[in-house]
């Protein structure tokens, strides 16, 4: 598996010097995620997938580009190759895509929900896997596939109940 992080900050130093959202990403923690992720989805070690983290600003200018919306939002996914979920036999292999996460906005929902941020910053990381894998939530019998398997992976990985879904 190689994960690729685009952060805000080249040192720990640098991050402990940021506002509390940022200093809730812990890479270690997504990395061993995203590890877990590529095992249960039968994604081969050699593929890629980058997790950039952006201020508001940012996020807000990528929503404005790409979806035409307003505002900054949690997460947004860029599919590459367009992998699917692969199978123990035949792994799939590529480059998965992008995530970017904008801290901010996911400390507001984590605080609205009654959770961490790092675990919503868990949650939206493997929300976004998801829709790189090609999940969509749509409609509701595509939502209660993805949001299942989203669950799955989180309470396997926290080994505990994952925390509830949040949606901008």
Known sequence: MSVAF?????TPAEQAELP?????????QL?????????????????????????ETRMAELHEQWLDLPGAT??????????????PDDPSLGVLGDVVLCPPVAERQAAAAGHSTQ??????????????LGHDHAHEDERARMFTAQRSLLEEFLGRDAPVETMT
Do not use: Q
């Open 6 to 10: 685009d952060l805000p900050w080249d």
């Open 20 to 28: 509390t959202a940022y200093r809730a990403v812990d890479t270690d």
């Open 31 to 55: 990395e061993a995620l995203v590890d877990l992720a590529f095992t249960r989805w039968h994604l081969h070690p050699d593929t890629e997938v980058s997790i950039a983290v952006v201020d």
């Open 74 to 87: 949690d997460v947004m996914s860029f599919p590459m190759d367009e992998l699917r979920e692969g199978t």
């Open 119 to 132: 675990d919503e910053l868990c949650l939206l990381t493997t929300h976004s896997l998801l829709h790189l």
